[in-house]
């Protein structure tokens, strides 16, 4: 059973830094690009960012690209999202997500919240 | 960025009924196409990619078609358990973009 558990969400000031991580188990994790997408209170999906199997590659939506990194360790089979220079309209629950064969999501977290708010 | 533009927002329906959930492209994306299904308070899952093709262990009931700009997803049966917010998402192009979703309610 493929397995995906993001941690790492909270409160932050407008300007502050957070990290999520995502462990991942249950398939062979270095064979997958993996993503994030997130969630913001009471509306849809917006896909966040990926990362390619080893790392080498990594996309961006516009609103967070320069502000956010995603980086992989595919030794400790994890997914990370570091956040900086937060604003508020980045508050939602993010989601890391598998994705399959093409650019769609097959498998997804629970999710983590985060608030960002003075 | 491709826009996904999703009709009607809303849809009241009972059990039995069938369902149909249309989802515009505001350029083709040919049959690059996913719909997910969400509850509140979980996580999206994934029920059709390319367009038609059903994801492993979702019901037959659900039927996904359509090509280039325009596509729809049906449910041929609603069960008490497909009372939720549908997604359609394309993957042509990047970014991965979403529609704004279209929440089955209960008539």
């Known amino acids: 059973e493929v397995l995906l558990v993001e941690s790492g969400g909270g409160l932050v000031q407008p300007g502050g830094s957070l990290r999520l991580s995502c462990p991942a188990s249950?398939?062979?994790?270095?064979?997958?690009?993996m993503s994030w997408v997130r969630q913001a209170p009471g509306k849809g999906l917006e896909w966040v960012g990926n990362i390619k199997q080893d790392g080498s590659e990594t996309y961006y939506v516009d609103s967070v690209e320069g502000r956010f990194t995603i980086s992989r360790d595919n030794a400790k089979n994890s997914l990370y999202l570091q956040m900086d220079s937060l604003r508020a309209e980045d508050t939602a629950v993010y989601y890391c997500?598998?994705?399959?064969?093409?650019?769609?999501?097959?498998?997804w977290g629970q999710g983590t919240l985060v608030t960002v708010s003075s | 960025d491709i826009q996904m533009t999703q009709s009607p927002s809303t849809l009241s329906a009972s059990v039995g009924d069938r369902v149909t959930i249309t989802c515009r492209a505001s350029?083709?994306?040919?049959?690059?196409l996913a719909w997910y299904q969400q509850k509140p308070g979980k996580a999206p899952k994934l029920l059709i990619y390319k367009a038609s093709s059903l994801e492993s262990g979702v019901p037959s009931r659900f039927t996904g078609s359509g090509s280039g700009t325009e596509f729809t997803l049906t449910i041929s049966s609603l069960q008490p358990d497909d009372f939720a917010t549908y997604y359609c998402?394309?993957?042509?192009?990047?970014?991965?973009?979403f529609g704004q979703g279209t929440k089955v309610e209960i008539k």
């Open positions: 997500a598998r994705d399959g064969n093409q650019k769609y999501f097959d498998s």
């Open positions: 350029q083709s994306i040919r049959s690059w």
């Open positions: 249950g398939f062979t994790f270095s064979s997958y690009w």
């Open positions: 998402q394309q993957y042509n192009t990047y970014p991965p973009t």
